[in-house]
């Protein structure tokens, strides 16, 4: 799988949510990568994690306006990045009925366990996009 083929796939899933949108892309590092996406109030369309490592891992979303503090912030949201021991990878797509609304901004933590207190570094070899606006 390629970047292309995951922005294509967001894309024909949402088609009147993605023309409206914005994509966010982010290889992970070996942290727990904690990014902000949107300092404001914003919408997640879709997110795409492709795990070419042979561990899972967990994409965690929050809703504040900064970097969050992984295992001290409150997770609105958290899907599993499937993984697939190869350089092929595994896909697990977000694609919610409605847009999700984060009223303070969009934060995002990628870590190594499900507990929502959780920081374990996660490893490189993920790529997280995520269509939002």
């Keep these: 799988m390629n970047r292309l083929f995951a922005i294509l796939f967001l894309l024909l899933a949402t088609p009147c949510a993605a023309q409206q949108s914005q994509p966010f892309h982010l290889l992970s590092a070996a942290s727990t990568n904690s990014t902000n996406i949107k300092p404001a109030a914003g919408q997640v369309?879709?997110?795409?994690?492709?795990?070419t490592t042979a561990a899972l891992y967990y994409l965690k979303f929050y809703d504040l306006a900064a970097a969050p503090t992984c295992n001290s912030t409150p997770v609105v949201l958290s899907i599993p990045c499937s993984f697939g021991a190869s350089s092929s990878g595994s896909a697990t797509p977000l694609m919610p009925q409605q847009?999700?609304?984060?009223?303070n901004g969009i934060g995002?933590?990628?870590?190594?366990?499900?507990?929502?207190?959780?920081n374990t570094n996660a490893?490189?070899?993920v790529v997280i996009d995520v269509l939002y606006k």
């Design 45 to 51: 369309i879709g997110a795409l994690c492709i795990n």
């Design 99 to 103: 847009p999700v609304q984060f009223l």
């Design 108 to 118: 995002i933590c990628l870590t190594g366990a499900i507990a929502d207190t959780d």
């Design 123 to 125: 490893a490189t070899g």
